[in-house]
């Protein structure tokens, strides 16, 4: 598109409630599906080889997480991606701690020489699949999101994709454009699952927006207001949960500040 605009972004996602597959981690399911359905969008969460393929060559955009591997979970991965692909359709890839065991690194390296649509990770694990040297432990980042933003650029050329680092503020880019997304609450980072959440959102975002790099801003501004809005009367981790999924209810296009975005 032209120009990215948040708030046409998400009137066009939800005005087409996209149905999106999200093969993601036993952890992640419930609150990921919540989220999609508070956002407006359909999600199915059909992971296995025998069914992905067929899904998603009708779901509308793909989502894999691989969070909780296993062989049987990354045969249907790969079937998924793989038909998702001949239909034509984007997908999001979330390489959750993909330097904690070879197991998994040898897994993320295969899925990502399948090229997704959009990769997203935080500042760690984007450091570590561009081969940098860096200081994350387990699914937590130690690492800035300014400090991975050369290996973002790397990654989005290497494999002709969009590549999302989240932190305090998200930065996008597609090898040549680059943005950044602020707001959000710190209480994001004391629950579980909230980035594979977001990763699902964007597929949602990416079943109705052609521009990867511009419905991957629409997802992440979409997220960062509902979190910011529930940081306001949240005391805790606990409450902020549901008072987030609520947010993401009832935010209407026009509520969504644009100026949490900067694009260049």
Not at 25 to 54: D, F, K, R
Request: overall charge negative; some cysteine.
């Amino acid at each position: 598109m032209s120009t990215i605009n948040p708030q046409e972004l998400l009137k066009s996602m939800r005005d087409s409630n996209p149905l999106v597959q999200c093969i993601t981690n036993y952890v992640a399911m419930n609150i990921a599906a919540n989220t999609m359905l508070a956002a407006g969008a359909s999600p199915a969460m059909v992971h296995t080889p025998e069914e992905s393929g067929e899904f998603a060559a009708i779901a509308g955009a793909l989502t894999v997480n691989i969070g909780t591997l296993s062989p049987i979970w990354v045969d249907g991965m790969k079937n998924a991606i793989n038909a998702t692909k001949s239909a034509g359709k984007p997908w999001v890839l979330d390489p959750v701690a993909h330097f904690a065991t070879p197991y998994r690194s040898s897994v993320a390296k295969e899925l990502m020489s399948m090229n997704p649509t959009v990769l997203r990770g935080n500042a760690s694990e984007i450091m570590a699949l561009a081969g940098e040297q860096s200081s994350g432990q387990g699914v937590d980042t130690g690492d800035s999101v300014s400090s991975a933003e050369n290996a973002a650029t790397i990654l989005s050329n290497r494999h002709d994709g969009v590549v999302v680092i989240t932190g305090e503020v998200d930065f996008v880019t597609d090898g040549s454009r680059i943005a950044r997304v602020s707001g959000g609450s710190a209480f994001m980072s004391q629950i579980t699952a909230m980035g594979c959440s977001l990763t699902c959102l964007m597929g949602a975002f990416l079943a109705t927006e052609d521009d990867a790099f511009a419905a991957s801003i629409g997802a992440l501004a979409l997220f960062a207001e509902a979190g910011s809005l529930a940081n306001e009367t949240a005391t805790g981790p606990g409450s902020f949960s549901w008072q987030f999924l609520d947010q993401l209810a009832a935010i209407q296009p026009k509520d969504i500040d644009i100026s949490r975005v900067t694009i260049g």
